[in-house]
């Protein structure tokens, strides 16, 4: 095939060609580094030492754990498990769940997606969240609260999240606090045949880019 | 034409790779959560019927030993003091169901005036819920309108005689019995024992001659300790 490049064609072709190399250098280092960069690479990572069971019913046996290499070291700091046993009806147990950015970066969360096993025995729609959500600045000098729901239920847990957190800046060093209350229902005859819940949240962090707010006035 | 499909494509293909390689510019944590709930269940055994006593001086007061005439009565001498030996079965904790166990004591009991049958019933909580005061249920058998019933006299751990008469009475054995059992701690921590005495007294008139036996039936249901209505 024959065509006569002009000027502004090769412009567009150079800008193509310097994406496609761009992207496939990218991904191929990616890949190349992928297995072992989950701590060296990460945008945010999990505050271990402030992830934490706060208050749990009587009788409710609830811990949170990270996955760990044979040497008991903890190999994953964007992975969380908040396990509860022992839960009844009108029981609860709250965690504490703290992420921090430590990439160069300010960023922002972009959403919050839910994903859960709905069967017969599924305690999913016996239960309802309740939280807070921080913002510890400056040094862990002081928090300010981004925003907080009550008696959520499971299924509208993300989009709660998400309203919260969407285009909140967090910048270097930052934290983000989620005290995350779990209640369940407390009508014991719901029970009845409900076993076991098994649900995961995936927040999205993203780089943050201002809103365009300088041709309009601030809103609250 | 062409230079103007050719113009789409290339912005296309552009438009896919910054996809790309914004996406490399994102991180995905996961916050994963497990919950289960815990095991009801709770183990009712029996040590059976522990005595029967035979009143044969007639004083009341069932006692058995030196000086006393009063006789313990063991299966093989029931036939001598002309008795069926009385006999108690319970059935162990069902976890079918709403978070509950069902458990069961069943009597049958064939007195003359002047025995006495004692039996203890063991109740232990061996599942990781603590539980309630059971809630009772009583199968009233052959009692209705039963003159052997409404003689017998009947205590729990030693409490008041229970009081009434036909089904009332037995409502009334129940409720003494879920009150003599209440809360137990779970993990086999909570136990209860409880004993049930059952006296036709030497004054028991002629109302209760050629009664043969009786039988009479108790439902447990345990549930789950729930602090907030507790």
Not at chain 1, 42 to 47: A, D, H, K, Q, Y
Not at chain 1, 50 to 61: A, I, Q, Y
């Amino acid at each position: 095939m024959r065509f006569k490049i002009g000027k502004y064609k090769s412009l567009l072709v150079f800008a193509v060609v310097s994406l496609i190399i761009m992207g496939l250098s990218y991904n191929m280092a990616g890949a190349q580094d992928f297995r072992n960069s989950a701590l060296a690479y990460n945008l945010m990572v999990l505050v271990p030492e402030e992830c934490e069971v706060l208050d749990t019913s009587p009788g409710v046996l609830a811990d949170v754990e990270f996955q760990r290499d044979k040497f008991g070291n903890i190999s994953d700091k964007t992975n969380i498990n908040l396990m509860a046993t022992n839960v009844y009806a009108g029981a609860h147990a709250e965690f504490r769940i703290t992420a921090q950015n430590v990439s160069d970066i300010t960023l922002s969360v972009d959403e919050y997606k839910l994903e859960f096993e709905q069967s017969e025995d599924s305690l999913a729609d016996l239960i309802y969240f309740s939280g807070i959500v921080k913002i510890i600045r400056y040094g862990e000098q002081y928090y300010d609260e981004l925003g907080s729901f009550e008696n959520v239920s499971l299924t509208e847990l993300d989009d709660n999240l998400t309203a919260i957190l969407k285009y909140r800046k967090i910048d270097l060093k930052e934290k983000i606090v989620l005290e995350l209350n779990q209640q369940f229902d407390n009508d014991q005859a719901k029970f009845a045949g409900r076993t076991n819940l098994s649900y995961r949240l995936f927040p999205v962090f993203v780089q943050y880019f201002p809103q365009n707010d300088k041709t309009t006035p601030e809103s609250e | 034409m062409k230079r103007t499909k050719f113009v789409l494509l290339a912005l296309v293909a552009a438009m896919i790779l910054m996809g790309a390689g914004y996406a490399a510019w994102s991180q995905t944590f996961t916050i994963n959560s497990t919950v289960s709930t815990g095991e009801l269940f709770v183990m009712i055994s029996d040590e059976g019927i522990t005595s029967v006593i035979v009143d044969k001086d007639g004083d009341g007061d069932y006692v058995v030993g030196a000086g006393e005439t009063d006789e313990n009565v063991t299966p093989a001498t029931a036939d001598a003091n002309y008795l069926v030996y009385p006999t108690v079965a319970t059935t162990a904790g069902d976890t079918s169901g709403a978070n509950t166990t069902l458990a069961k004591i069943e009597y049958t009991i064939d007195l003359y005036p002047g025995t006495q049958v004692t039996s203890e019933i063991n109740f232990e909580n061996l599942g990781t819920i603590k539980t309630k005061q059971p809630v009772v249920s009583a199968t009233s058998g052959t009692i209705i309108g039963d003159d052997l019933w409404d003689d017998l006299v009947i205590t729990v751990n030693g409490g008041a005689a229970i009081d009434g008469a036909g089904q009332d009475k037995l409502n009334n054995l129940a409720d003494a019995i879920a009150a003599a059992v209440g809360a137990l701690e779970p993990n086999g921590d909570g136990e209860a024992t409880v004993t049930i005495v059952q006296e036709l007294p030497i004054t028991s008139g002629n109302e209760t001659e050629n009664k043969e036996s009786l039988d009479w039936e108790v439902e447990l249901t345990f549930e789950q300790y729930n602090d907030l209505t507790e």
